[in-house]
């Protein structure tokens, strides 16, 4: 359908955040997913890591505090709601307000091409796993959760992790992913698993996909019908710019509630603010709420705002 792919538009617009990816087509015919490299800057001076082993993957899947900071609109990775409005309309070449199939595909050449040209280090024409996880490796040590893991891991307080650092981050993070793997996998049994041998059979493995394309289906039908104002079917550029918005504020609620829910109701409250007063007084990482390493009058204010949010949820 054509308003599907329309909404598609939107999501794929949004590769910089956590909706949505951008695909590179190897040689091989083979479809990796890699996610945009846009990080936010890091306010304290940026921690090195020791020349070593390279990780193998990133800490994507920790728990990442909110910034609270909203300024210029823009999200945690820098891309505002006009950005990806001028994304879309870029490739709007009849400026009908809506991205044609044909228009949609020329898009996804173009972002193909800058990905290739950012990731392809050897000029070969394909993103090697090397590369990839040279990329991995350089957007984490960039990131906001990369610095804080490191600063945790830095004992020698000297700014650069040495060997034995970088080693006790790696063996945390491999521990990190290794215990979401299993919870995944528990899930995926205690909801798979029909016969209740242990394993997922073809037949079962089948059902799973058919369920999750379900759900994606029925995602993008809401967005649809959530965000189609004038009721065509299809989401126009301004709309796909309301969705934008939208969804990365509930995200950025979501994730508020779960980094300071201190007792667990799912919202925010008095008691909760109280928590987070006490943090502050007690000048505790966590009451660095807008990440600009400083604990200051500003937290407050930035939590108390986020607080207004949450309680006026989209």
Known sequence: MQSKQIVTIAICALSATAIGGVYLWMDNGSKESVESQIVPPVAPPPIAMATGPETT?????????????????????????????ARLAQFDADGDGILSEEEREAMMRSFREQMLARLDTDGDGRVSRDERRAAGRE????????QELMRQFDADGDGVLNEAEQAAMDAHMAEQRE??????????????DLDGDGELSREERSIQQDERQSQRDGFMEGLTNEFDRDGDGQLSIEESQNAFDTMRTRREIDQFVQSYDS??????????FESFLNDYSNQSPSADFNRDGVIDADDISAYRDMMNLSQNRP
């Open 179 to 192: 215990a979401q793997r299993e919870e995944r996998r528990a899930q995926d049994l205690e909801r798979y």
């Open 57 to 85: 993957d990133q800490i994507e899947t920790e728990r990442r505090t909110p910034q609270g900071n909203r300024q210029g609109g823009n999200n945690r990775f820098g891309m505002s709601s006009e950005d990806m409005a």
């Open 263 to 272: 007792n667990g109701d799912g919202s925010i409250s008095a008691a909760d």
């Open 139 to 146: 957007r984490f040590e960039q990131s906001e959760r990369g």
